[in-house]
DNA sequence: CTGAAAGCGCTAACAC
DNA sequence: GTGTTAGCGCTTTCAG
């Protein structure tokens, strides 16, 4: 094994020299490493073996320049324009669930041998440079996570053929394809709950509403009240942080201190109301029930456990990659979209 | 523009097209294009309108084939072996480090156009199959995150001469380059302050001690209390999660139930900390301050929120960067450290 | 079923 | 300075 670190520069190993190991052609030996049918079964254990013993795996540059494929998909973050007051600011990176995402992407994408390549873009030229890039690098599809409700991107990237796959639907319409939880069951499921637990003065914290997932959990949530007798639901807007969920909770106390029961958009936003819940003097859940949405790492953090809708980030992820590995096989599909189903997990906010 | 977007497979601009345009040769458009110094001003500016109206990018397969460089780094995540049973367990990529970790290198990379690519490595055959796969793929080099103790990819790497940079000491001593807090400094900001503000019995929550973090922030925490006059002090081990954070601290307040300053070894496991002292009817910081490790989004969501030792993530994540950019330009330097200081964020809790 | 040969788009000697 | 010429390692017709 040190025989490689000899003096001269070490070079991994060719299909060439394979070739000249079983004795075969170059032709052959690219034939047995795709897994081509038509081999010999017995030049094929050779061709095998001679990989085996010389170590051979094949240079992803030689093959892509050929093949015009580089088995590397993008997973693209747009956010919007970063200013330069605030170098490091707090992005989807910094939200757990990101992570959740990476780990279903992950998932998918490592037994398949392809590379998820992390790209920024929080800019316009970031973004108009975008396609070029991927074009240049010979990326074979993007994975789009856009928390820019004005972003061009998902548009951009169809219209120039890219094969593209969306977490969550686009704010600007695009035929594009995403995967998305049914916001609305969810807010059903919330509804019930709070309902059923015998609240009767609903409010509800509602997320940014130029982004679709803002606007249908509170629609969704509005009409589920109603269907339940309560054609008026008191809300604010938060910002999907939990210092946002802070604030429109103390407004909204203000406004309705007699309030019994409330559901907000996401889980931070739900942190932040519980801890200002208990600074005036309201108990969790006896005197304020409060649900949240995505069950993410905040919700078991918090304090009593959040009762929240849960999203199932990691499995949307990972078919989310597999549905771009599909559009990248079959570029000329149509849009295509996956709906999952949220469920109500039960903790003790609720 | 719409001239794309004919019935033919469209095929990028090479080189030669450009050469062909400009009435030069290819050679000469490479030089324009990689900035090559003895070219004619005049030939140059030509090339550049060439490039500009034929649109042309340079195809970096092509290039690496050549080169031997890929313009790609790889992020890896080295963990335990996942288990069958659960599917999505948590990782770093969990936490919200990860994040910060990732805005700091993409702040560096991203303006270079090097690309990080994202592999996770949890398992045996991963471990041993990564250093072939870095080399065959033509990656420059590796920004390594390792949350195993016992982790054997650190001098793998570096002994097949994969430039390497890690975040945070290796567990196994191997001569390669990280970036790291100084554990100590920070651990005697949290001492100083608990004596400052007049606590007088102290005890702490460990991190897990196979890992370098978790022994010198206990180490330290010690030494900094011994400084003061405390020789011993009581602790607990944990396992940096909020969850172990709230046993280790049970278990704390069971034996020394008059504690009344606590230094915790990272936020997840202090808010975790908070939330059972409160449980026990201790006031924070009246009865009990306590200070965490991180400055991480849990410190802020924390209520109260977490006086805490800041280590600047991103920051760190960034030097990564630009220290396997360095290494990956002279692979011959020898293994370099960049260690940087913490600093006390003073919040509610302390 | 297998081998020979022609590139994929680019860089890097090496001549001019 | 600039052009010519070899490849980099692989896939893929096309003969055989």
């Known amino acids: 094994m040190d025989g ?10 060719t299909l060439d020299q394979v070739a000249r190991v079983a004795g075969v ?9 795709n897994g081509a049918p038509n081999v010999d079964p017995g030049l094929r254990d050779l061709v095998r073996r001679a990989i085996e013993t010389t170590g051979y795996v094949p240079n ?13 998909v993008a997973f693209v973050v747009s956010e919007p324009d970063r200013h330069a007051e605030d170098p490091f600011p707090a992005t989807v990176f910094g939200d757990p669930f990101f992570g959740r995402v990476v780990i279903g992407v992950l998932d998918v994408l490592g037994p398949r041998d392809v590379h998820p390549v992390l790209m920024l873009v929080d800019s316009a030229s970031a973004r108009d440079g975008l396609v070029n890039r991927l074009r240049q690098d010979r990326i074979d599809g993007v994975l789009l996570i856009s928390i ?5 991107l998902p548009s951009q990237l169809t219209s120039a053929d890219v094969p593209t796959v969306l977490f969550s639907k686009p704010a600007r319409p695009a035929p594009v394809s995403y995967v998305d939880v049914a916001h609305r069951d969810g807010t059903k499921l919330a ?3 709070l309902v059923a637990i015998s609240r009767t003065r609903i409010a509800t914290i509602a997320g940014p509403q130029d982004a679709p997932a803002g606007q249908e959990r509170l629609v969704g949530f509005q009409d589920a009240m109603a269907r339940h007798g309560q054609p008026f ?4 807007e938060g910002n999907f942080t939990q210092r946002g969920g802070e604030q429109a909770m103390a407004r909204l106390l203000a406004e309705h201190p007699d309030l019994d029961g409330i559901f907000v958009a996401n889980d931070l ?7 200002v819940l208990r600074e005036h003097g309201r108990r969790v859940p006896d005197d304020v029930a409060v649900i949240g949405f995505d069950d993410s790492a905040a919700a078991r953090g918090c304090r009593p456990p959040l009762t929240t809708i849960r999203q199932p980030v990691e499995d949307m992820a990972a078919e989310m990659a597999r549905m771009v590995l599909d559009r990248i096989e079959r570029p000329d599909q149509p849009p295509a979209s ?4 949220p469920s109500l997990v039960v903790r003790g906010s609720a």
Chains 1, 2 share one sequence.
């Open 4 to 13: 490689d670190r000899v003096a001269t520069t070490w070079r991994p190993t």
């Open 191 to 193: 509804a019930d709950r």
């Open 148 to 152: 820019y409700p004005d972003d061009t």
């Open 233 to 236: 639901v008191p809300s604010v």
């Open 25 to 33: 052609s170059r032709a052959t030996v690219s034939r047995v490493v």
């Open 269 to 275: 936003m739900a942190a932040g109301a519980v801890a």
């Open 60 to 72: 992803r540059a030689a093959r892509s320049l050929v093949t015009r494929r580089t088995g590397a």
């Open 338 to 341: 996956v709906i999952f189903e």
